[in-house]
């Protein structure tokens, strides 16, 4: 390797250094603000929570679909 492409080759390293140290950064404002908007510590966590949340919603749905089909039952027959 002659001096240029070792230069290059630096120069390639240092741009691949900053933009790890750019998606470390964003990666922890990431995970500040799923802490702070959702009290999730992982990632983990917050897929769990996701998934209770998710059968909630399911579960109020289907409730929300009864509670209609029983009022269209009183008042529209």
């Known amino acids: 390797m002659d001096e240029k492409q070792l230069l290059k080759l630096k120069e390639q ?3 691949a ?3 790890v ?3 470390r950064g ?3 404002a990431l995970l500040k603000q799923l802490k702070d908007d959702w009290g999730c510590k992982t ?3 917050a897929q769990t ?3 209770k949340m998710e ?3 399911s579960t109020l749905n289907d409730q929300i679909t009864d509670g209609l089909k029983q009022l269209e039952e009183k008042y529209y027959e």
């Open 17 to 19: 250094k900053t933009a």
């Open 43 to 45: 990632v983990e966590e």
């Open 55 to 57: 059968s909630e919603v």
């Open 49 to 51: 929570k996701l998934k």
């Open 13 to 15: 390293i240092d741009e």
């Open 26 to 28: 964003h990666q922890t």
């Open 21 to 23: 140290s750019e998606l």
